[in-house]
């Protein structure tokens, strides 16, 4: 995947790489069998199951998270999301 960035010209910022790397994790994730996939290939790299686990766990979270537009007031001062958002749903469920 490195060699894909490095010669990729859209993928020139560091905020660029981020979003690569994140379309990357949500587009494994949607495949047949995608959390198995992503699990060992996390796993493979760091050999720690339980923090593989709880990684995906909260990237997981997230996604459902922004998807919804659901966020406490603690993500939100967290992330610097915009307050003004009038399609905010406020709740106390939090990634972690």
Do not use: Q
Request: charged letters at 35%; one cysteine or more.
């Amino acid at each position: 995947m490195r060699k894909v960035i490095e010669t990729n010209e859209l993928c020139s910022g560091e905020d660029d790489i981020c979003f690569f790397y994140i379309m990357f994790l949500k587009g494994i994730l949607e495949l047949k069998g995608g959390t198995k996939r992503l699990y060992k290939i996390i796993n493979k790299k760091i050999k720690n199951p339980k923090k593989s686990r709880e990684f995906i766990y909260k990237f997981l979270k997230l996604d459902y998270k922004s998807e919804l537009n659901m966020w406490s007031w603690n993500e939100i001062i967290d992330y610097e999301i915009d307050t003004y958002d009038r399609d905010i749903k406020f709740t106390n469920y939090e990634i972690g």
